[in-house]
């Protein structure tokens, strides 16, 4: 059974701070890995996904890294701002011969910007 | 509509009645997929939708789950008995490829 970490559980940092917030799975055979944006009482918004081929993704302010083969990726979030403060949530798709897969999730890292 | 919608946005209940969630996917979009999230955790697998049938439903904590689809776009979950312990939001999710897209979730309450 795949099992996703993520380490920290919440982070509370001043603005501007650059970011790292770490994922750990346990069955590298992953296709890919993403991570998600969570606001309280809202849905999940994919941020970054990272194909099992990939070592990194960039978008704006943020870069996910992927290290499959000892099953770790990081999410780096460059000069944070109060407006980065939600949940982030690591979640995996296994290789299962196809693009499409239940996704296994980590418990997420509650962040907390403040001005 | 551009999104993932779900209705009701919140449903409070008693213990022991049946609850009805819906989900309406991304046009044109064949995987569908339903999650749980309980207070302080990360959302968890339930079942899956390829088309109109279960590709893996190994998530359904029990029988009292059930979810169909019968026209391969709009899914309904059914909760039979439901149990205090039901208590979550329930996330739907479509795709097409890579990328799965959330709706908002219903917010479900068992008293």
């Known amino acids: 059974k795949q099992e996703v970490t993520q380490i920290p559980a919440a982070l509370s940092v001043p603005e501007g701070e650059n970011l790292v917030l770490n994922c750990s799975f346990t069955?590298?055979?992953?296709?890919?890995l993403q991570w998600f944006r969570q606001d309280p009482g809202k849905g999940l918004t994919s941020l970054l996904l990272?194909?099992?081929?990939?070592r990194e993704q960039t978008s704006g302010r943020l870069n996910a890294s992927l290290d499959k083969s000892s099953g770790r990726s990081t999410l780096y979030i460059a000069a944070s701002q109060p407006g980065d403060s939600a949940t982030y949530l690591c979640?995996?798709?296994?290789?299962?011969?196809?693009?499409?897969?239940?996704?296994?999730f980590g418990r997420g890292t509650q962040l907390t910007v403040w001005p | 509509g551009a999104g993932v919608s779900q209705t009701p946005s919140n449903k409070v209940t008693e213990k022991g009645k049946y609850v009805e969630l819906r989900c309406d996917p991304i046009s044109g979009h064949t995987a569908l997929y339903w999650y749980r999230q309980s207070l302080g955790q990360g959302p968890e697998f339930l079942i899956y939708?390829?088309?109109?049938?279960?590709?893996?439903d190994s998530g359904l904590p029990n029988d009292r789950f059930f979810a169909v689809r019968p026209e391969g776009s709009v899914s309904t979950l059914k909760i039979q008995r439901t149990e205090r312990g039901d208590s979550a939001v329930y996330l739907c999710?479509?795709?097409?490829?890579?990328?799965?897209?959330f709706g908002p979730g219903t917010r479900l309450t068992v008293l």
């Open positions: 999710a479509s795709s097409e490829a890579n990328t799965q897209y």
């Open positions: 939708f390829q088309g109109t049938g279960a590709a893996d």
């Open positions: 069955d590298s055979a992953i296709y890919n």
């Open positions: 990272i194909q099992s081929s990939q």
């Open positions: 979640a995996v798709v296994l290789d299962r011969g196809s693009t499409l897969g239940r996704l296994y």
